[in-house]
């Protein structure tokens, strides 16, 4: 039987890549789809808030959140307690403890939380993960550097308190990174340059290294005109690997390396099919660590006021 899976938050991401990878999938069944301003699709039920949904009776066996971090964990925990299924966008919350309630409340309905971390799944990813494996890596750098009026035009939950600001993109990096480096990191210097206009930073610095001295610089900004760049440079004893376009793109230091071919959507396709497989064994898969970094950066950085920013 397919999983009857609703969409909350009809926005961007939802319109994007989860409605098409959920509608081509054979394991979900769109059931409907919820979002307070947005309209919803032909043929599919659309309500305003998850209330009304639960209040309709349309079985849903699953649902995915892509609303802002801001209002994910009251969502959530509405929706576990239906006994329902439940896929995270990035980040899987505003704080730690949310997740942690999240974790604990899914465990105790015994069902499913998957927190994604979309970027993970870019094709470059696991190439880059292995041929890293076995090489010794001397220093990281990545440029997460994008025009925020190109990429969130009108996203003013960015700039709220819990939107995480440049970290929005940023924290896709550090899933990255958290992913294809064999060892832990710990954040020890960060400053955060917050736009006096606004509650959350516009660009960062941040500064961690691995449990064996290897340093890992990071450098977000949102101010980027002109090409954009969603890079990872590791710095090994073979050579320099870059990840480019968000691990879309592999050099190794010998040429570019050659990945699988994959279709349109293929970190959301792999997404859906994880979280599928997740619902099939009864299991979850929350690792909160790029979130934890994020967390530490925002603890521990200077926290410095700049210039205005009016969209
Ligand atoms: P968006 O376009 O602003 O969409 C957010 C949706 O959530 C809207 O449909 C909005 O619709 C709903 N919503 C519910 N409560 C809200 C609130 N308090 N404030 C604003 N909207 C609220 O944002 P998005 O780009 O899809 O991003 C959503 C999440 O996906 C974020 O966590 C983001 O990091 C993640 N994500 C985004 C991308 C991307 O490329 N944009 C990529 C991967 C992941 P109603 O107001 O009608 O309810």
Not at 135 to 143: F, G, H, M, T, Y
Not at 201 to 212: C, E, M, N
Not at 290 to 311: K, M, N, Q, T, Y
Request: proline letters at 7%; glycine letters at 6%; one cysteine or more.
């Amino acid at each position: 039987m397919t999983i009857r899976l609703a969409l909350i938050g009809f926005g961007k991401i939802a319109h994007d890549q989860h409605l098409p990878v959920v509608q081509a999938s054979p394991a979900f069944t769109l059931a409907a789809t919820v979002s307070k301003h947005g309209q919803g699709i032909d043929g599919t039920p659309h309500f305003d808030d998850l209330a009304d949904l639960i209040a309709s009776g349309i079985a849903v066996d699953a649902v995915s959140i892509c609303t802002p971090p801001q209002v994910r964990r009251a969502v959530a925990l509405h929706a576990i307690a239906q006994g329902w299924h439940v896929f995270l966008e990035k980040p899987p919350a505003s704080t730690l403890a949310e997740v942690e309630l999240l974790r604990t409340a899914a465990e105790e309905q015994a069902v499913t939380l998957f927190a994604s971390w979309h970027s993970r799944y870019a094709p470059a990813v696991e190439p880059a993960r292995t041929w890293l494996a076995e090489r010794e890596i001397r220093a990281v750098k990545v440029a997460w550097r994008e025009d925020v009026r190109v990429w969130h035009p009108g996203q003013q939950w960015i700039w709220e308190p819990g939107g995480f600001g440049v970290f929005d993109p940023g924290i896709n990096a550090l899933s990255i990174v958290t992913h294809i480096l064999p060892r832990p990191l710990v954040v020890e210097q960060a400053a955060l340059d917050i736009p006096e206009n606004l509650a959350a930073p516009i660009a960062a610095r941040v500064s961690l290294r691995d449990t064996a001295g290897v340093p890992v610089a990071i450098n977000l900004n949102f101010r980027q005109e002109g090409p954009q760049s969603w890079d990872v440079a590791v710095e090994t004893d073979a050579g320099t690997l870059t990840l480019s376009k968000g691990g879309d793109e592999l050099a190794l230091p010998d040429g570019d390396a050659t990945l699988p071919a994959v279709g349109d959507h293929a970190e959301y396709t792999a997404l859906y099919a994880r979280f599928a497989d997740l619902v099939q064994v009864g299991a979850s898969d929350v690792d909160i660590t790029p979130l934890r970094l994020v967390a530490d950066a925002f603890l521990s950085g200077r926290h410095d006021r700049v210039e205005a920013f009016i969209e």
